[in-house]
C-alpha cells in the first residue's frame, strides 16, 4: 500500500519536549524519497504516517511515498536494491551486508529499537519449555524475518545447535495462529507484534504462552532503525538530515499523544484495531524505546562500544569475511540536539 506526501501542509504541530523547529518550507522542487516499513502498517509506524501527513517531510524538502513491508531484514535488502532509498529496518543485517558488500549496504541514521524485541514464543502447553528442546522442532517466522535471521546467535549463546532446528517459512498473518493450532512449535517474532496479536486472538500472552526474549539470554543486540542507501547518503545529506529531523519531532509527537498517532494510521490504513495499535505502540515505546541508554543519549543515538559487540556478534555467528567498523553501519552526523531527542513521560 501506498502513501504519499503530494498534500498540502496540515497546520501547527502539537508541542513537546522532541520538537526541534520545523524547517521554511521549500520553493525548489521536493526530493522524491521511496521509503519501505518492516510490515504492515501497525501502531509503533504511526510517527512516519504522522510526519507525513503533518507536512514534516514536506517542509524538509521532501516527497515520501511510504510502502509497507515484509520483514526488517528485508527491509535492509529492499534499499540495498536501489528499489526504496530509506526503510525501516534491523541494524544485524546492516553489519552482515556491511561485511559481505562493503561499500553497497545501507546505513542507520536513526535508532529506534534501542532494546531488541525479539523473541522465540511457544505454547504454554507445548513441549517447547526451554530453547534446547527447540532441536528436532519446528519454528515459524516470516520471510524476511530479522528475529529468525539472529536465531543462530542466540542459539549458539544458549548451546544449541541451529542445525537441528527447522525453520519454516510463514505467511505474516499466519504466524501466531499457526502456533496456537499447533502446526508449529515455536515462533520466531517480534514480541510486539505477537503480544498484540494474541490478544486480538482473545488469548493471554503472560500466561497461554512462553516467552525466550533474547535480550535476557545473553543477545545484547540493537535493532530496527531508520537506514539510507549509500546513493541517498553521498549525494543528497541535506535530504537525510531533514528526513532525521522530521521522523524524530513525530516520534515525539506521537509519544506525548498516543491517539493523534492511532488515527493517523487509521486513516491511512481503515482495517487498523485503534485499541490493540494503541496498546502495540505503548508497548514497543516503553519496552524497546525506553531504556537507560535513550535516558542518557537521547533517542536516535547508540553506544559505540555496545554497537562494536554487536557487531562482533554478527561477524561471529555467520562467519563473516571481515569485521566493519561502527561507521560502516551507523552514522549520527544527522541527529537532532540530544536535547530534542529525549522521549516524554509515557502515561
Do not use: C
Not at 149 to 161: C, E, K, Q, T
Not at 273 to 279: A, D, K, L, T
Not at 299 to 319: C, F
Not at 334 to 347: K, S, T, V
Amino acid at each position: 500500500m501506498r502513501h504519499s506526501t503530494r498534500r498540502g501542509l496540515l497546520g501547527a504541530s502539537l508541542a513537546s519536549p522532541m520538537v526541534l523547529g520545523a524547517g521554511s518550507l521549500h520553493a525548489q522542487p521536493l526530493t522524491p524519497i521511496r521509503f519501505i516499513l518492516d510490515w504492515k502498517a501497525q501502531g509503533p509506524h504511526a510517527w512516519y504516517y504522522l510526519a507525513q501527513s503533518r507536512g514534516y517531510f514536506r517542509e524538509a524538502g521532501l516527497d515520501v511515498t511510504i510502502d509497507q513491508g515484509e520483514g526488517s531484514a528485508a527491509a535492509v535488502t529492499r534499499v540495498m536494491s536501489g528499489a526504496y532509498d530509506v526503510g525501516f529496518g534491523d541494524i544485524n543485517a546492516v553489519i552482515q551486508n556491511a561485511a559481505q558488500r562493503p561499500g553497497e549496504q545501507p546505513v542507520v541514521v536513526y535508532l529506534v529499537y534501542n532494546r531488541a524485541p525479539y523473541a522465540i514464543i511457544s505454547r504454554a502447553d507445548g513441549p517447547v519449555r526451554a530453547l534446547k528442546d527447540l532441536e528436532g522442532r519446528q519454528v515459524g517466522a516470516p520471510a524476511g524475518s530479522a528475529t529468525a535471521r539472529m536465531f543462530p546467535a542466540l542459539a549458539a549463546r544458549n548451546g544449541v545447535d541451529p542445525s537441528k532446528v527447522g525453520m519454516a517459512a510463514i505467511a505474516p498473518n499466519l504466524v501466531e495462529q499457526m502456533l496456537v493450532q499447533g502446526q508449529v512449535d515455536a515462533i520466531a517474532q517480534f514480541s510486539g507484534t505477537s503480544y498484540m496479536n494474541f490478544i486480538g486472538m482473545g488469548r493471554d500472552p503472560e500466561r497461554d504462552f512462553r516467552w525466550f526474549f533474547y535480550s535476557d539470554m545473553g543477545l545484547d543486540q540493537y535493532s530496527n532503525g531508520v537506514l539510507v542507501s549509500q546513493a541517498l547518503l553521498r549525494s543528497k545529506p541535506e535530504a537525510v538530515r531533514g528526513l532525521v529531523t522530521a521522523i524524530n519531532r513525530a516520534i515525539g509527537e506521537v509519544a506525548a499523544s498516543p491517539d493523534a498517532g492511532i488515527a493517523e494510521l487509521k486513516r491511512v490504513e481503515p482495517l487498523t484495531e485503534p485499541g490493540i495499535e494503541r496498546q502495540r505502540l505503548l508497548y514497543m515505546l516503553r519496552a524497546q524505546m525506553t531504556t537507560p541508554e535513550t535516558a542518557a543519549l537521547g533517542l536516535g543515538d547508540l553506544d559505540d562500544k555496545r554497537l562494536e559487540g554487536a557487531i562482533g556478534t554478527v561477524v561471529q555467528t555467520y562467519s563473516l569475511p571481515r569485521t566493519p567498523g561502527v561507521r560502516e553501519v551507523f552514522v549520527r552526523d544527522f541527529l537532532p540536539p540530544r536535547e530534542a531527542r529525549i522521549l516524554p513521560a509515557l502515561g
